[in-house]
C-alpha cells in the first residue's frame, strides 16, 4: 500500500493527471501471492489542471499533497510515516531536468516541460514536502538531545 500511496504522490508532483484505476494493476504469482504491477502509463500531461481523475483524499480529486496525506490511513500510513516518503519523491521529481538531459531530451523540449513540471503550484508542492520533513526532523532530533 505504500508503493500505490508513493505512486499517487508521484503522479501529482509530475501533473499526469490521466491517472485511473487501470493504470494500477496487482500480479498474481502461481502460489496466488499478489504484488503491485510495475508502474505504466506515467506522464506528465502538461495541461497544469491540479486534479486527478481518480480521488486523491477528501478534498476528492484535488492535485495536492494536503489532501493524498487527508486519506494516508487509508494505505496503512500515518501523516509522520507519509511525511518522508513524500519528501524522498518529491527529490526525485526535483531532478526532473537532470534526468530528462541524461536521457538525450532536447533543450528546447526540456525547457517546454518546465513550464508545467516547474510551475509554482508543482514545484511549491515539492519545495514544502521536503521542507516540512526536514523541521519535523530537526525537531525530533532537538528533543531526543534533551
Given at each position: ?126 519545495r514544502d514536502a521536503q521542507t516540512r520533513v526536514t523541521v519535523v526532523q530537526r525537531s525530533r532530533g ?5
Amino acid at each position: 500500500m505504500k508503493e500505490l500511496f508513493g505512486r499517487m504522490v508521484f503522479n501529482i508532483f509530475i501533473d499526469n493527471t490521466d491517472d485511473h484505476e487501470k493504470n494500477h494493476v496487482l500480479l498474481m504469482d502461481d502460489a496466488g501471492h499478489l504484488d503491485l504491477a510495475p508502474a505504466f502509463d506515467v506522464a506528465c500531461t502538461g495541461q497544469s489542471m491540479h486534479f486527478q481523475q481518480m480521488r486523491v483524499g477528501r478534498a476528492g480529486a484535488d492535485s495536492t499533497i494536503a489532501n493524498a496525506l487527508s486519506e494516508a490511513g487509508s494505505f496503512g500510513l500515518s501523516e509522520s510515516a507519509a511525511r518522508p516518503e513524500i519528501a524522498r519523491i518529491a527529490k526525485i521529481c526535483d531532478g526532473w531536468r537532470r534526468h530528462f538531459k541524461a536521457a538525450g531530451v532536447y533543450a528546447a523540449d526540456i525547457e517546454y516541460w518546465a513550464q508545467h513540471l516547474d510551475s509554482e503550484f508543482l514545484r511549491g508542492q515539492r519545495r514544502d514536502a521536503q521542507t516540512r520533513v526536514t523541521v519535523v526532523q530537526r525537531s525530533r532530533g532537538q528533543r531526543a538531545a534533551r
